[in-house]
């Protein structure tokens, strides 16, 4: 299903909690995604290499599948995987809904010394 179909599906019902977590959900997506983005663009017009690290809200919230990702740093066109073997380029791109919906993790980019 698109992000469309879901929240026609929320709309239709008037379940206006569940189209907020599908908008802030795919929000938060969209934001990682571009900050994701945003860093290859940087790299790929200086030539500066960057890399980017897993950060969480370190409090008693952060799902099992995400605690072990804090700090994690890798290349930018490196994947980070959960310890359920789930895998994403940034928060929010999981391939597994549970991994995304109402996650509050984001990236925090670093230039890379070479």
Same mark, same amino acid.
């Given at each position: 299903? =698109? ?16 189209? /907020?977590?599908?908008?802030? &959900?795919? %929000?938060?997506? +969209?934001?990682?995604? #571009? &900050? ?5 663009? %940087?790299?790929?017009?200086? $030539?500066?290499? +960057? #890399?980017? &690290?897993?950060? &969480? ?7 099992? =599948?995400? @605690? ?5 740093? +890798? ?5 980070? %995987?959960?310890?359920? $073997? ?5 928060? $929010? ?15 925090? @980019? /670093?230039?890379?010394?070479?």
């Amino acid at each position: 299903e =698109t992000f469309e179909d879901r929240a026609e599906e929320h709309i239709r019902a008037e379940d206006t909690r569940a189209l /907020q977590t599908l908008a802030e &959900t795919e %929000y938060h997506r +969209v934001f990682n995604e #571009a &900050t994701a983005d945003g860093a290859a663009e %940087y790299t790929r017009q200086t $030539g500066r290499p +960057v #890399a980017k &690290t897993w950060r &969480t809200m370190r409090d008693d919230r952060v799902r099992e =599948t995400h @605690i072990d990702l804090e700090g994690q740093r +890798v290349p930018m066109n490196e994947w980070f %995987y959960a310890s359920d $073997g789930d895998q994403a380029l940034f928060p $929010g791109g999981f391939a597994n809904p549970e991994n995304n919906v109402n996650c509050r993790c984001w990236l925090d @980019i /670093q230039r890379v010394n070479a």
